[in-house]
């Protein structure tokens, strides 16, 4: 069965530290992963896309990692800031259909505190 | 940011309403998806289309209806709303290429009392 599973389910940090969140994933054959950030009431936005052959991609303080044949990724925050408050989910991408199935994780709930 | 849209963000009604939840994009894409989000639970795919006259039910079994007259255009209904579908509503897009990325819009959050 193809699932997405992320950890820690709820994270809080102080402003100005550095945290990294975990995705674990069964999904075959694979395409590629991304994360998503959702800030509270609005839809995911993507913060970095990686496919396989890619270990690591960076989009400013946010550095994702990729192994692929551990099937596991991390999104690292570096020095968080308060609008780093968010949802953050790992979304793993199939090639097993024409529509390129996506498989979600429950996401992480960030919350940074001043 | 990206240019998709939904309306209303916010809806309350009553059981046994029609309702039509409105998703338009500018960007073009071809590719236009509907899913639905409980509170700290995953996306659910419950409607895609991959163009003009193309709808398909997704993965999560939904009393909803979809359709797309036009490629930018791709609205929701439900028939008889009932409590079961009070839920998050997301529409998503995306273009046919290599890593078909999907912008989503802002969610249209329903209750139903």
């Known amino acids: 069965k193809n699932q997405v599973e992320q950890s820690p389910q709820s994270l809080i940090i102080l402003e100005g530290k550095n945290c990294t969140l975990q995705?674990?994933?069964?999904?075959?054959?694979?395409?590629?992963l991304r994360w998503y950030k959702q800030d509270t009431g609005r839809g995911p936005v993507s913060l970095t896309i990686m496919t396989f052959s890619e270990n690591t991609k960076s989009n400013g303080r946010y550095t994702a990692t990729l192994d692929a044949d551990t099937k596991q990724s991390s999104l690292h925050i570096t020095a968080s800031q308060l609008s780093d408050s968010a949802s953050y989910i790992c979304?793993?991408?199939?090639?097993?259909?024409?529509?390129?199935?996506?498989?979600f994780g429950r996401g992480t709930q960030l919350t940074v505190w001043p | 940011e990206a240019d998709i849209y939904q309306t209303p963000r916010y809806l309350v009604i009553g059981t046994g309403k029609k309702i039509t939840l409105e998703c338009s994009q500018t960007m073009g894409h071809d590719k236009m998806y509907w899913y639905q989000q409980d509170p700290g639970m995953e996306l659910h795919l419950i409607h895609y289309s991959y163009g003009v006259n193309s709808t398909e039910k997704g993965d999560l079994s939904s009393e909803s209806t979809v359709s797309r007259i036009r490629t930018e255009h791709f609205p929701l209904t439900l028939e008889s709303a009932r409590p079961s579908h009070t839920s998050q509503y997301l529409c998503?897009?995306?273009?046919?290429?290599?890593?078909?990325?999907?912008?989503f819009g802002p969610g249209t959050r329903l209750t139903v009392l």
């Open positions: 995705c674990n994933y069964t999904v075959s054959p694979f395409s590629n």
């Open positions: 998503a897009s995306s273009e046919t290429g290599s890593t078909d990325t999907q912008y």
């Open positions: 979304v793993v991408s199939d090639r097993g259909s024409t529509l390129g199935r996506l498989y």
